[in-house]
């Protein structure tokens, strides 16, 4: 056996990747006025919507809009300094200040709840865009920033601008980087010992069952893994970021909030230490469900509609779902599955023993019984 660390030390030193704009699922609508840039957003929303997709739309060329009626309340007090948010029912957010940073900070934080956001604008904002000719243009403006596509109009203008942005979209959820946490914090209590340090058997190296998880995920995501929990790791893991608990919270809940805080833009893998019969096919699996609209896949292994949360796929957008579950008391990650953006497929039949979980010493010697058998 491989010699082990002695103490679980917090990983802090690796910082989480700056995902630029162009890799977010932000893209620009604009044109000069007379360009019908309202009117083709509008035309496209009902196909957008009817794919499950959310959609936000941003005004960043509108001067000194009307949000709310002089002399009301809110009114008075964005008059007097505040920064407004309107909540119940309709909803208006009404900021002071303005520039780039306020706009690519405001739209990050649109990303993170919203499949797609469309920014109507103009040749001034810092997007890629879709730019929109107008009646009397015959090509694009100079120092438009980045234009992916140019349309003119006509009839055709608005199905094929929604053809373009629906490839346009899929192609960016693509560009979405995948990491693994895999949970070794749990106390074993059942078990006797820590289950992630158990030897994988039947193999022609002896590993663990957190080497074996390790060595399987390599080849579909790289070195993108980090361990949630404390306890000891084989050396030849000993380079993987070790994720610090989540003080406010327990279980499997501190492990996928450790991951999405310190890598808040990418998809998450969540796995439990203790399925030693992990196989590519049910990652592959997983994975393959990736698309826009799709904001995790929580599987079932039965119809009777109990969920798998522990071997999952959840992407950045459920962030803010696990921080409202943190917030609410609970501890049963299994009810972001709940959530409508959230997919729960049956597991195939063939796929199905990966998420075999052992917890107890008469359950592991049963499992390698059989495998013997």
Not at 3 to 14: E, G, L, W
Not at 58 to 71: K, S
Not at 219 to 230: E, F, K, M, R, V
Request: glycine content about 10%; proline content about 8%; some cysteine.
């Amino acid at each position: 056996m491989e010699t082990m660390n002695q103490k679980s030390t917090p990983y802090r030193d690796r910082q989480g990747p700056v995902l630029p704009a162009q890799t977010l699922p932000i893209l620009g609508i604009c044109g000069y006025s007379g360009a019908g840039r309202t009117s083709l957003i509008e035309a496209m929303l009902p196909e957008l919507t009817a794919r499950g997709l959310r959609v936000a739309v941003v005004r960043d060329d509108c001067r000194n809009p009307v949000l709310d009626v002089p002399g009301r309340d809110s009114d008075r007090l964005y008059r007097a300094g505040a920064d407004i948010a309107v909540l119940g029912g309709e909803q208006f957010l009404r900021l002071h200040g303005e520039g780039e940073a306020d706009l690519e900070f405001q739209l990050r934080g649109l990303a993170r709840g919203y499949d797609l956001v469309l920014v109507e604008g103009d040749g001034q904002t810092p997007l890629p865009k879709i730019w929109l000719l107008a009646e009397n243009e015959t090509e694009t403006p100079a120092e438009t920033g980045p234009v992916l596509a140019v349309f003119g109009r006509g009839e055709g203008r608005a199905p094929q601008a929604c053809d373009f942005l629906l490839h346009w979209l899929q192609e960016s959820w693509r560009q979405t980087p995948v990491w693994a946490c895999i949970l070794i914090g749990g106390r074993s209590s059942r078990m006797g010992r820590p289950k992630h340090l158990i030897e994988k058997q039947n193999v022609r190296e002896k590993n663990t069952w957190l080497e074996h998880t390790v060595g399987l995920l390599q080849p579909l995501i790289g070195d993108n893994i980090a361990l949630s929990g404390a306890g000891l790791v084989p050396e030849s893991l000993h380079h993987l970021p070790r994720l610090p608990d989540i003080p406010e919270a327990r279980g499997p809940l501190t492990g996928i909030l450790a991951a999405m805080r310190w890598q808040p833009w990418v998809s998450w893998l969540l796995i439990a230490c203790d399925m030693p019969d992990i196989g590519t096919g049910a990652v592959d699996w997983l994975l393959s469900h990736r698309r826009p609209g799709c904001w995790g896949t929580v599987p079932r292994l039965h119809e009777d509609g109990h969920v798998e949360p522990l071997l999952a796929h959840y992407d950045y957008r459920c962030g803010a779902l696990f921080e409202r579950l943190l917030v609410s008391g609970s501890l049963r990650i299994g009810q972001v599955a709940r959530q409508g953006k959230i997919e729960s497929p049956l597991i195939p039949l063939a796929l199905r023993p990966s998420w075999h979980n052992i917890n107890t010493p008469e359950e592991l010697a049963e499992s390698r019984q059989g495998s013997r058998g």
